[in-house]
């Protein structure tokens, strides 16, 4: 999963519900400001709607209801991470952008060693900073429209 | 196995277009020859149009197509010099000619694997033509090119201006292998290579001479270029049957002493012989340019996005100007964002019309298709097309082509009675299938009218009632336009035993479901005896709707106007109950009452039990007593039996063009959504989808099932 040759990755890092996520900075397209959102009826839960992207419409998700967690307020630092799906802009709803991280392959742990739920084929990985985990997610796998609900990961104590 | 050519891919690609533009235009006008024997023009056209492509084939050593089109010009020559008269056996000859090109064509695009034997084709064309050897090109005796140059003021003086820009002046003489078959290929191919040289000042013959076919095997050429002697030598020498090539330097040779008699008529076409395009075109290809659909896609897009801000340009000017009335930038501000907003209306109006196509591009296959249906089915049957220059969208067209084949189809099978049958009936031996096209405020209208026997009512009830599409009594009640309009009913088909032609009974309800996705509408009007009439409707463009913008619910949605009939304030009407849930009757047209708020906010529910009916109900009474809103009358199509539902909203906005977006995936299944689009300031509207919206959230009530039925 790593970039060829680099040993590398780089990360955007995200806060939802608490904790640190990042995802390929490949799949990112862009990160704005809340727009005003549409509401399409009979859209599955977690589809906030559809907003206007420079003339593109395209669907927001709530990262936080896909993923079962509480549904937080909307923030001065709430954004829009756009990310680019099969060549179709779609809209993930997070608390907060913290960075941009270059990530050493050897500091990502395979998701299973970490987290026991059934859930974890959305995750890359886990990869231990100085003072936090940050979760990869495969945001590709998150958002899948196949899957009908996924549960946040339930991370293990890990400090032993 | 597909057949490979050693051409580089894009010639292929551009021979494939000219081959498909000129099987169009043959396709049509070969079918127009059998009516039009005497029309000299349009022998002349095919003529020329087969010749075109034999030169063609020529040119990328498709010797199967040569041979092919090679017959077809000798049989064509022909009939052009009167020797041969046009029957139906020169006609079907070269109608199996044709489709043997396509099967060509097919083979050499790769989509083909078959590898067709022309010898069949080849053999019925002779028989066609029967006669004797096919009159070769005149060999006669040319004057030199000395000769024409001496009679030809315009051809010296482009002599001397090519000489005195520097690059030499070449005689070049090229013989040509007297055994070759297609001495006006090679010699074309000649011609065009100098072309692609230098300036070809004067060539004997002239291109137009070779197109002609009155070449000969030998070119004499004056070519100014500044390549050495040994590499047009070289060039000449590697086109097939090319027996010699000499290259020397040009010196006029007694130029001024030849009696100017000599020079032939055609001369003067020697003057552009060296701007001469380096294919022979048709009038219809003349003055265009081909586009890959996805980049005019791109680019309507882009102009979408300048329409969206533009309003918003203007929105914001608006507000400023009347913040800071006396402001002088605010001024400049306002009279740039109206100008930007007129050239952005023509530039928009530009683009849509680039996307436009005359309907005649699917027009020009049915004469074919009518043909062969009538010829299979043993019936006489003139198709007349009518608007084939009504333009409209690409993206519509593409749609239409199959309800169309299908109407058609259905006319000449079911609605066309045999020739003995009219004769009996006195009516006209010959039937007539009548396509037409014109445009509508707003729209195209597209018939396809037969003079056969009609739809005779009492039948399609007999027949609904057995298939259960309708009960007996509701039958009854239909009048007999309701009853006709039965065909378009899912499972429906009429014939009694089903035919190859008109298929196994899916027909009619596709037709119908299909012109209806595309905002459309189709309609029936049948005289029994006299003739039956379809009529389409259809929008000039998909990409954009004239849509009513109203809000419910605190969204705002657009309902395209072609579904609204009506809209009428709440008072106007008389409200009732029918079954528990709430109904309206205006005029005298009772109808079902649905809040729009409240059907979106519940559209996927599949049924409601009768106490949240009742609550929905209530809810949507209240919604109606708060004051202030409207009632949109809408349907599902245009004809009379269509389902007309009342939708109450809390305001309207607007009227205008909108631009439709296609919604991803991801937002589940939308029912009753048809797409999005974006308003002036920025904000995502949702575009309805009326017949979906009402097939959604019609519950069964008395009232509704009576109007399913009906509808059904």
Same mark, same amino acid.
């Given at each position: ?160 | ?53 034999? $030169? ?15 017959k077809m010009?000798d049989l064509?020559?022909r ?5 041969l008269?046009?029957t139906s056996e020169i006609v079907d000859a070269l109608?199996m000619s ?21 010898a069949p084709i080849i053999e019925a064309l002779q028989r066609a033509a029967s006669g004797d ?62 072309? $692609? ?60 002493? =030849? ?100 309907? $005649? ?167 029994? $005896? ?10 000039? =463009? ?171």
């Amino acid at each position: 999963m790593a970039e060829q040759g680099t040993g590398e990755r780089q990360l955007v890092v995200f806060d939802l519900a608490g904790e640190n996520y990042g995802v390929d900075i490949n799949t990112v397209r862009e990160i704005i400001r809340m727009q005003q959102v549409t509401h399409v009826p009979d859209a599955p839960e977690y589809v906030e709607g559809v907003m206007n992207l420079r003339g593109s419409v395209i669907p927001v998700i709530d990262l936080r209801k896909r993923f079962g967690l509480t549904v937080g307020e909307e923030t001065a630092e709430s954004r829009v991470v756009v990310v680019d799906i099969a060549g179709q802009g779609i809209g993930v709803v997070v608390d907060a952008v913290r960075e941009v991280l270059r990530i050493r392959d050897e500091a990502i742990e395979p998701a299973s060693a970490v987290i026991t739920t059934a859930d974890s084929f959305y995750l890359q990985g886990i990869a231990k900073l100085e003072d936090r985990l940050l979760i990869l997610l495969d945001i590709e796998r998150a958002l899948d429209e196949q899957v009908d609900e996924l549960r946040a990961p339930q991370r293990q104590a890990l400090a032993a | 196995m597909a057949l490979a050519l050693d051409i580089p891919p894009d010639d292929l690609k551009v021979f494939l277009q000219e081959v498909e533009s000129i099987l169009e235009l043959l396709d049509e006008d070969v079918i127009r020859l059998e009516g039009e024997a005497d029309n000299e023009e349009l022998l002349q056209e095919i003529f020329r149009a087969a010749h075109t492509l034999k $030169g063609s084939s020529g040119m990328v050593g498709f010797s199967a197509m040569v041979d092919l089109t090679h017959k077809m010009e000798d049989l064509l020559d022909r009939v052009r010099k009167g020797t041969l008269a046009v029957t139906s056996e020169i006609v079907d000859a070269l109608l199996m000619s044709l489709d043997g090109l396509k099967e060509l064509r097919d083979e050499l695009a790769g989509t083909s694997d078959s590898q067709l034997d022309v010898a069949p084709i080849i053999e019925a064309l002779q028989r066609a033509a029967s006669g004797d050897a096919p009159a070769a090109a005149a060999n006669t005796a040319v004057p030199g090119i000395d000769a024409v140059l001496a009679g030809n003021p315009t051809l010296r003086a482009a002599l001397e201006a090519a000489a005195a820009s520097g690059a030499p002046v070449w005689r070049i003489t090229v013989g040509l292998d007297p055994e070759c078959e297609w001495k006006s290929v090679r010699l074309f191919q000649v011609l065009n290579d100098l072309t $692609g040289r230098g300036e070809l000042v004067a060539s004997v013959p002239t291109l137009q001479e070779v197109e002609e076919e009155r070449g000969g095997e030998r070119v004499e050429a004056l070519l100014a270029a500044a390549t050495a002697p040994e590499a047009l030598e070289e060039a000449l020498l590697a086109i097939d049957d090319v027996a010699t090539a000499t290259i020397e330097v040009y010196e006029p040779r007694a130029v001024e002493s =030849t009696p100017a008699s000599v020079a032939p008529p055609v001369a003067e076409r020697g003057k552009d012989a060296g701007t001469a395009g380096p294919t022979p075109k048709i009038d219809s290809l003349a003055q265009t340019v081909r586009i890959d659909v996805a980049k005019l896609d791109i680019l309507i897009n882009l102009v979408g996005e300048l329409v969206i801000d533009r309003t918003r340009v203007a929105q914001v000017s608006r507000t400023l100007q009347s913040r800071y009335k006396e402001d002088e930038q605010v001024r400049v501000l306002a009279e740039t964002s109206t100008h930007i907003a007129k050239v952005v209306d023509v530039l928009h109006e530009s683009m849509m019309q680039a996307r436009m196509l005359p309907v $005649g591009v699917i027009f020009s296959k049915f004469p074919r298709l009518v043909r062969d249906l009538a010829k299979n089915m043993d019936k006489q049957i003139a198709l007349v097309v009518e608007g084939e220059d009504t333009e409209i969208d690409r993206s519509v067209i593409e749609e239409i082509k199959d309800p169309i084949i299908h109407l058609i189809r259905n006319s000449v099978d079911h609605g066309v009675e045999s020739a003995e049958e009219r004769i009996a009936l006195g009516k006209s031996e010959k039937a007539t299938v009548r396509l037409t096209a014109r445009h509508g405020p707003g729209h195209v209208l597209i018939t396809v009218a037969d003079d056969g026997r009609g739809i005779d009512p009492l039948k399609i009830r007999d027949v609904a009632v057995m298939k259960g599409v309708i009960s007996a009594e509701a039958a009854q009640r239909l009048s007999d336009s309701e009853a006709v309009a039965l065909i378009f009913a899912p499972g429906f088909s009429t014939a009694a035993q089903t035919t190859e032609v008109s298929g196994r009974g899916v027909g009619m309800d596709i037709v119908r479901s299909k012109i209806e996705s595309l905002n459309g509408s189709v309609e029936v009007d049948s005289q029994p $005896g006299r003739g039956t009439t379809f009529v389409l409707r259809l929008p000039l =463009t998909l990409a954009t709707v004239r849509g009513l913008l109203v809000s419910a619910g605190g969204e705002t949605y657009a309902i395209p106007l072609a579904y609204v009939r009506e809209i009428v304030r709440p008072e106007a009407t008389l409200q009732q109950t029918v079954g528990g849930r709430p109904a309206m009757q205006l005029r005298n047209m009772a109808m079902g009452v649905l809040s729009l708020a409240e059907m979106l906010k519940r559209a996927g529910v599949p049924s409601m039990g009768g106490a949240a009916a009742a609550a929905a109900a209530a809810a949507s009474t209240e919604e109606r007593d708060r004051g202030d809103n409207y009632v949109v009358v809408v349907r599902t199509g245009e004809a009379e039996t269509d389902r007309t539902v009342a939708l109450t909203v809390d305001e309207l906005v607007d009227q205008q063009e909108i631009v439709v977006k296609s919604l991803s995936g991801h937002l589940g299944r939308a029912r009753g959504i048809a797409g999005a689009t974006i308003l002036g300031d920025g904000q995502v509207a949702l575009i309805l989808d009326v017949p979906a919206l009402i097939k959604n959230a019609q519950a069964p009530t008395v009232l509704s099932r009576e109007a399913e039925r009906i509808a059904a």
